[in-house]
């Protein structure tokens, strides 16, 4: 058990950050995908609206985009440190809006709460931490 334990996690702490800078980017991507897939750009177009963005469709298009195109750019590891400040802001956005008024809790004790949208913006401050120690940019 302690050899078991003194290996763990079993990889180098470059690969794991890699795999944590893919692995966000993957949720973005899979998110943007879902409203497209769905057809809820409209919907979520008609919030943003109700919220008092002007235009609701044309911001949740710029959101999708930035996802998309910002999920793929970060997947290989370009612009992390700039993408993950803008991934941030659109987070926060959404909490404000969105999840904050549905508590803490995403599942379980609640129903779209904060907490994912937490634990991913602490994930982009470690990549662009990465990105900016390892001068990329």
Do not use: C
Request: charged residues 15%.
């Amino acid at each position: 058990m302690k050899h078991f334990i003194k290996k763990y996690p079993f990889l180098l702490t470059e690969t794991l950050l890699t795999l944590l800078r893919i692995s966000v980017a993957f949720i973005f991507l899979s998110h943007s995908n879902v409203r497209i897939t769905n057809s809820t750009v409209g919907q979520f177009g008609e919030f943003m609206e109700i919220k008092g963005f002007p235009n609701g469709v044309v911001w949740v298009w710029g959101i999708t985009f930035y996802e998309i195109v910002g999920g793929i750019l970060l997947a290989f590891g370009y612009f992390a440190k700039w993408l993950s400040a803008g991934f941030i802001l659109i987070l926060i956005v959404g909490i404000i809006l969105i999840h904050a008024s549905f508590g803490w809790f995403v599942g379980e004790h609640g129903t779209g709460g904060s907490e994912y949208s937490f634990i991913l913006i602490v994930a982009l401050f470690v990549i662009a931490a990465v990105d900016r120690d390892k001068k990329l940019l």
